[in-house]
């Protein structure tokens, strides 16, 4: 039977080897949020160019961001909206390894290891990783 720090430890190592790896960070993607941009600067930019090109694309594409992306009580993008759909899977497939029955520490460091997560060391990359793990929990228990 492998002991969990054993699991730790060998993630550990391969992330280490992997250090100066021209890949370095490839997975980087799954666990950075985009920049966040305005959404009512979004929206007035829609309207303004609706109005100069007269583009009904370009209102048809606002209604959609005011109706479906745009969270009415806050006027602030939506949440849900917000996740690349592959980082919600990434944190889901994390879930299902935990219920298995593996240890959350362990399939964090797995992730890192697998997906050569970027940082200044093994353990602050796990922790870039466990800070998405609680958002996406806060995210589901919204949902």
Partial sequence: MVRRSEVYERCKAEWDRRRNDPDRGSG??????????DAAKVVKTMRLLHALTNDPRYSDLRNHLVTDLIDPKTGNWSGHQSWHPDTVMACGAIEQTIATGVHEREAIAEFVAEFNI??????????????????????????
């Fill in 28 to 37: 980087n993607w799954l666990i950075s949020r985009p920049e966040v941009i």
């Fill in 118 to 143: 970027d940082a200044t060391s093994f353990s602050a990359a796990c922790k870039r990783v466990k800070r998405l793990m609680d958002e996406y929990r806060k995210r589901e228990r919204r949902s």
